[in-house]
């Protein structure tokens, strides 16, 4: 079983949709939680970064974590095509390496 | 990206050749990471560096090897590159914020194909 879990998709939603994306994981040391966006042929790029259990909000896009349920999600309002991409989830137990577990990433796809 | 970049950004290769890809960071960050991305297996760390001349393993090691011998620059060999190196290669680099993980900053990516 993978420490991190997320369904590959793909995902297709209308222009203007509330998309949610998910992770489970298994490590409950995990303590830090990321959101990578990575478009194709593109290295990712962070969108989102939230530490221990809550909601981080910025702009259209909202990040909860329960530590509880061991699982993560990202919410992105009034969905764009632009937002038509690979969503990574990354998480990690802190120190100093900082070593992340990613997902394996789910493909979305915001139809016009 | 952060102020990364990757050479080459496309490399094809020959089974038992060895290659060297190169990640260049232009503003001093201390940590530097070797992830490569497969279908169905996300981004995985090869290695990573948290100095000069400061290595260590990541969870796929065999059959790569690292070198830092400046800041700024973080080779990854394949010592004897085989077909199931054929992937992208990302590096990555990070710094520690006071009371705060390492957000990890992604370069553009190698795209490494061995026939």
């Known amino acids: 079983q993978k420490e991190v879990e997320q369904d590959p998709g793909p995902l297709s939603v209308p222009e203007g949709a509330i998309v949610s994306l998910n992770c489970t994981y298994s490590n409950s040391a995990f303590q830090y939680f990321m959101w990578y966006r990575q478009y194709s042929r593109k290295g990712p790029e962070l969108l989102m970064y939230t530490y221990s259990s809550g909601n981080k909000e910025d702009g259209r896009f909202t990040a909860q974590v329960d530590k509880s349920s061991k699982y993560i999600s990202l919410f992105i309002r009034d969905s764009q095509p632009s937002d038509s991409a690979t969503y990574l989830c990354a998480m990690s137990g802190g120190g100093a390496t900082n070593k992340l577990i990613f997902g394996t990433g789910t493909l979305l796809a915001v139809q016009p | 990206d952060a102020g990364i970049t990757q050479s080459p950004r496309h490399k094809v290769t020959e089974t038992g050749t060895p290659v060297t890809l190169r990640c260049h960071q232009t503003?001093?960050?201390?940590?530097m990471y070797w992830y490569r991305q497969d279908p169905g297996h996300g981004l995985r760390l090869i290695h990573y560096?948290?100095?000069?001349?400061?290595?260590d393993k990541g969870e796929v090691s065999d059959g790569y090897s690292v070198s830092r011998s400046k800041t700024e620059d973080f080779l990854l060999t394949l010592e004897s590159a085989t077909s199931s190196q054929t992937s992208v290669y990302f590096c990555?680099?990070?710094?520690?914020?006071?009371?705060?993980?390492?957000?990890?900053?992604f370069g553009p990516g190698t795209r490494l194909t061995v026939t």
């Open positions: 560096s948290y100095g000069v001349k400061d290595t």
């Open positions: 503003e001093n960050h201390r940590y």
């Open positions: 990555a680099i990070s710094e520690p914020h006071q009371g705060s993980a390492y957000e990890q900053y």
